[in-house]
């Protein structure tokens, strides 16, 4: 069978030296997509959010561990929508279990808003357990 979607995957170390490299290639990857200034911004925004949490929180910042980011467009002719999916190597946690960042005991928190900016700004997310380990937050943006 034919791959019918256009694949960029990479793969960087645990650490948030690349955070702009992966904040660049979103932007580019939204315009070739065909988003406008603001939609490309909030997915910027959300991809950013899942990469800080795959190093920070996934993989504790381990730099033996990675983390992966895929950028579809899919199908291959005339795409309808963009994901992007990020992959870590850590432990996993119970997203379910995530404060939510407008419940007033957690508006003071600095943490807890990057799955809230991601739910927000995408138009599906899944988070999943992986079964060799890690975590999988797959996120799309309808074109």
Do not use: C, Y
């Not at 406008?36 to 730099?63: C, F, L, Q, Y």
């Not at 795409?79 to 190597?89: H, K, R, Y």
């Not at 404060?99 to 005991?105: F, I, K, N, R, V």
Request: aromatic share 6%; hydrophobic share 40%.
């Amino acid at each position: 069978m034919l791959n019918d979607q256009h694949l960029i995957r990479l793969e960087i170390p645990s650490s948030f030296h690349l955070l702009d490299l992966v904040q660049a290639l979103s932007d580019r990857m939204s315009a070739i997509a065909g988003f406008d200034e603001d939609t490309t911004h909030w997915v910027s925004v959300s991809v950013r959010e899942s990469v800080i949490n795959a190093v920070k929180h996934g993989n504790r910042e381990n730099p033996d561990k990675h983390v992966t980011v895929e950028f579809t467009l899919a199908p291959r002719t005339d795409p309808g929508e963009f994901s992007v999916t990020v992959l870590d190597e850590g432990e996993g946690f119970d997203f379910e279990e995530v404060g939510d960042p407008l419940a007033p005991e957690n508006l003071l928190k600095s943490s807890g808003r990057g799955i809230f900016f991601m739910r927000n700004f995408m138009d599906d997310v899944s988070i999943t357990r992986r079964p060799e380990g890690g975590m999988s937050v797959r996120m799309v943006k309808k074109l």
